[in-house]
């Protein structure tokens, strides 16, 4: 493979947590940060981990999980805060696509904030947040239930994180927008930013507005590091932001529903007086 192509293929994955896939594969595309590779093996850990702590019945596991990506995916297009974020974002790239060029020749000229904030932005965003994220849910959902609730937390973000990457990477390919810089035509939508957003939306579920407002605020940082930084345009952000929330909300719905119903446990008793019902509900 010639320098340049090579180049080209690293601009063009390298915003993309994708990339820490790719990596495993095609070690000799994505060279310049080898220990994302630790990124995709925490993920596929995460699911044989989640599948091997499935309490009594492994076999319901793997039925039900169909059924929770189907009503994750009805979530994300049926919830009507989602509605309103996506026809947000979709107006807003509408009307501010003109404005692209103004706002990146500003943050050029300008600039949006200090290298040092923008490196740990491009990092944070990029990959680290990420494993970092799985290890915190993980330890964070054992200690607080137990084996039972790291399956269902565990299962939530990497379902999260999985959809977003995979949705994000098919926009990219589909729309073939190129970079400010000209780096490659994977700008539209923006991976670190998708990414950020959807890892605050989940910690915004699993924690309450204390860790996911400054989740929120962390991922907006992100946002603004990618036009800083000359790889994404103002309306890539855009669509990366919504993107990312819509997803996590959604599957965060699906999520509610799995710990309801583990919560609640319906006795019968038969008696001389008929049938008696008792629900419980674990609190």
Known sequence: MKPQKTQRIQDGYQDSYLHCALCTFFPHLVVKNRTTFFCFLLIFCSFTATFALSPNDDQNFITSYPNYLAHGFKNILTDRTNQWILGGAALSTLLLHTYDDDVQEYASENGLMSESLSRFLDDYGG?????????????????????????????????????????????????????????????????????????????????????????????????????????????????GAALGTIIGRGFGKAYQKEVTNSRMTIHTKIGGDGIHLMLLLSI
């Open 127 to 239: 990959w680290r947040a990420y494993p970092v994220g799985l290890v915190v849910v993980g330890i964070t959902s054992y200690l607080r239930s137990g084996k039972e609730s790291v399956v269902s937390d565990m299962k939530y973000y990497v379902t999260a994180m999985g959809v977003t990457a995979l949705i994000t990477d098919f926009l990219k390919r589909s729309v073939g927008r190129e970079r400010p810089n000209g780096r490659g035509t994977r700008s539209f939508p923006t991976g670190h930013t998708s990414g950020s957003f959807v890892l605050a939306s989940v910690a915004d579920e699993l924690y309450g507005h204390k860790v996911g407002v400054p989740a929120y605020l962390l991922a907006g940082f992100v946002g603004l590091q990618r036009i800083h930084d000359n790889k994404h345009w103002l309306t890539d952000v855009i669509a």
